[in-house]
């Protein structure tokens, strides 16, 4: 069977996608790991066959609704797992109306939850489209497990060979690598504020209170940092935030780094603890078993409260100095149990996990059962769809050119969420998915562009 991955923000995606790959080319299955206009293209013009489209989101936008249906015009049967999870506030329902509609569930064949709060939200929101929503947990939450440990080791990371606090921002605002009026325009065409008329306030009053809580984190971390020279302090910035406008504020103090490598994944695993506000890398820390700081210095009314609500909550820097170096001393001591410990209920809410079958093994096997008519694994041409790929490239490099000579006001635009495919790391990680996971199948892997991967049997 075909089956085409949508990548949107590698470092958060790619590891989970090669995961679902890995498995599922271990079950005889050819997978495409790629962003969405290299497969569209692919899928249009016919240099691929029809299969599963596995994306990121069912937001109801119109043009998402355009291109899927686009997809489904070839022959492919579209499936999907909402990135964004709706994991860090309590309660789903507002996340179900704003990120799914009945046009778009109706366009999918299957959707796959995180856990029992989105799997139960959905049926009981959209009931008609109630058959297609399985409850299997998500193939990201697999890695945070402590049966994949020895994913995340990383000798040749300088970075995390002396201990340190991770720092994870989720805070966006002034940080945004979008203006505001960008972003502004983006949920216009989105129709989230047509779904959501109040929304546009709570968008300008979050950020306000965004810019406050960024000034304070700053004066945090340059106090945390001058305190304590035991440990390094990693900023982690989220995907959508400016990195050099990061480095920028916390300039000049030698123990705080300021990095986008990777997955958080790696960081998570390798800190002795985890700082942030409202980010859902609190939750895939309780999970790892490694100590959460929230710190809250005021009292905000956009706060993600469910996030805020696991591991400690300090409200002042003298607190989390103490706390933070406290947990430091005691990481010492401590060594992790390769065992899943017992986990919040209101986690256990947001997050399914079966530690019988993975959720990556549970998302495959439904694939499977939508190939009953074989129509899903006709053969691709894989050399004809490389050869494309380079054309596209070439194109697109051409396209640039003409418009720096004729439009003065040209800028290249930088997909920060996308960077290309490193074919050394990801031999790596394949590597290691096959011996953790004890897959003897011989596997062949190919990056055929800058960001499309194919991973099959040999």
């Not at 949508?6 to 299955?29: M, T």
């Not at 921002?169 to 979008?178: C, R, Y």
């Not at 008329?197 to 960024?214: L, Y």
Request: glycine share 4%; net charge positive; with cysteine.
């Amino acid at each position: 069977m075909n089956i085409y991955l949508h990548l949107e923000v590698l470092n958060r995606e790619l590891d989970s996608k090669l995961l679902l790959a890995v498995i599922a080319a271990s079950r005889g299955h050819e997978v495409i790991v790629s962003d969405q206009e290299s497969i569209i293209k692919g899928l249009t013009r016919k240099f691929l066959s029809p299969g599963i489209f596995h994306t990121k989101s069912l937001t109801p936008g119109k043009l998402k609704i355009l291109k899927h249906q686009q997809i489904i015009n070839t022959g492919c049967k579209i499936t999907s797992i909402d990135e964004e999870g709706g994991l860090i506030d309590y309660g789903y329902d507002k996340f179900a109306k704003l990120r799914y509609s009945n046009k778009t569930l109706k366009q999918a064949s299957a959707v796959f939850s995180w856990g029992p709060e989105d799997y139960k939200t959905l049926k009981k929101i959209y009931p008609s489209q109630s058959k297609k929503i399985y409850k299997t947990g998500s193939p990201r939450v697999d890695l945070w497990q402590p049966f994949f440990f020895d994913y995340w080791e990383n000798k040749n990371q300088k970075d995390l060979k002396r201990p340190f606090l991770l720092v994870s921002s989720n805070f966006g605002g002034v940080l945004n690598m979008k203006s505001l009026n960008k972003r502004i325009n983006a949920l216009r065409i989105g129709g989230y504020f047509d779904r959501d008329p109040k929304m546009f306030k709570r968008v300008m009053d979050d950020e306000a209170e965004k810019s406050k809580m960024i000034g304070l984190f700053v004066e945090a971390l340059k106090y945390i940092a001058d305190k304590n020279k035991n440990y390094n302090v990693i900023l982690r910035p989220h995907p959508v935030e400016n990195i050099d406008l990061w480095k920028t504020l916390l300039n000049g103090i030698k123990n705080i780094k300021v990095v986008r490598d990777d997955s958080i994944s790696l960081w998570v695993k390798n800190s002795f603890a985890v700082m942030h506000n409202g980010c859902t890398t609190a939750l895939e820390a309780t999970i790892s078993q490694k100590p959460v700081i929230s710190y809250t210095p005021f009292k905000a009314k956009f706060t993600r409260e469910l996030a805020n609500d696991l591991g400690f909550k300090v409200t002042t820097i003298k607190k989390l100095s103490y706390k933070i170096d406290k947990i430091f001393q005691n990481s010492k001591k401590k060594k992790l149990k390769k065992t899943i410990k017992t986990l919040p209920p209101t986690l256990l809410k947001k997050i399914y996990i079966d530690e019988k079958e993975y959720a990556a093994l549970k998302m495959i096997k439904i694939w499977e059962t939508l190939n009953n008519n074989k129509k899903l694994s006709k053969s691709n041409n894989w050399f004809v769809f490389m050869c494309s790929l380079k054309i596209m490239k070439f194109n697109g490099i051409l396209g640039r050119f003409f418009k720096k000579i004729f439009y003065k006001n040209f800028h290249l635009k930088q997909n920060h969420k996308f960077s290309y495919l490193n074919e050394r790391k990801i031999m790596k990680k394949i590597a290691r998915l096959q011996k953790i996971l004890g897959i003897k199948q011989k596997l062949s892997y190919k990056i055929l562009s800058d960001k499309t991967l194919l991973i099959k049997q040999k």
